[in-house]
Structure formats: structure tokens, C-alpha cells
């Protein structure tokens, strides 16, 4: 992962890094769409469940109540995205696998950036 997108809470950085290292789980699986579909299963799930630490994490670090609900709805958009490309795959009108795993990795990306390193003042408070 990269050292630029750590936040300095050791539980939740280390589920970026598992979640980073799923993407290159996907990468590897191939063209075969169960596989691609097993995968996202895992990816989904593994990603939901982040969330919601997360979410607990940031209860304790009293964020103001609109950064929790916008960072709340962010990853509820995630979720959404990651739930239809999902759909998507196992209906046959998936993307194809590099394609696929740009764009979640991307989204993550772009939510880690956008969101999750700004709890780096929070967190560096809380220590």
C-alpha cells in the first residue's frame, strides 16, 4: 500500500492493506467469470465490513457530525457501485477484468484520499 495513504490508526491501515491486496487477488484470477464473481463476492463483503469498523472507529474520535454522515454516505455509495458492477458480472455484462478492477480500485483510491486522510487529525488528537 501506499505510504502516503496511511492514517495512523494500525487496525483500520491494515484493512486498507488487505483490501489493496484483494485488488491484486482480482487481477490475478483471470478472464473466468465465476472466478471474477467469487472474487467480488469476497471483495464486497471484505469492503462492507471495513466500513463498518471504520464507521465505529470514527465515533470514538468525535468528528463532527457532517464529516461522519458525509463520510457515512460515501461509503455507502461504494457499496452501491461495487454491489451493481457485481450484478453486472454475474449477468454477463461485466466490465473486462483490468477495467473492473481500475475502477473499484479507483473508488477506494479516491475515498481514502478523500475521506479516510482526513481523520488524520482526529486520530493524531485522539493519541
Known amino acids: 500500500m501506499n505510504p502516503n495513504l496511511i492514517i495512523g490508526a494500525p487496525a483500520i491501515d491494515r484493512q486498507h492493506s488487505e483490501l ?18 467469487d472474487i467480488l463476492s469476497v471483495l464486497t463483503e471484505q469492503i ?24 457515512q454516505a460515501a461509503h ?11 450484478l453486472n458480472a454475474m449477468h454477463g455484462q461485466g466490465l ?5 478492477i481500475a475502477t473499484v480500485e479507483a473508488c477506494v483510491n479516491h475515498h481514502l484520499m478523500e ?3 482526513g481523520l488524520k487529525p482526529y486520530i493524531q488528537a485522539a493519541c
Open 48 to 71: 462492507y465490513k471495513h466500513f463498518h469498523s471504520e464507521e465505529q472507529f470514527m465515533l470514538g474520535l468525535g468528528i463532527p457530525a457532517e464529516m461522519l454522515k458525509a463520510h
Open 115 to 117: 475521506f479516510d486522510l
Open 20 to 37: 489493496f491486496r484483494s485488488f491484486q487477488k482480482l487481477l490475478s484470477s483471470g478472464d473466468s467469470e465465476e472466478s471474477i464473481s
Open 76 to 86: 455507502e455509495q461504494i457499496v452501491e457501485d461495487l454491489t451493481q458492477i457485481h
Open 96 to 100: 473486462p477484468i483490468e477495467t473492473t
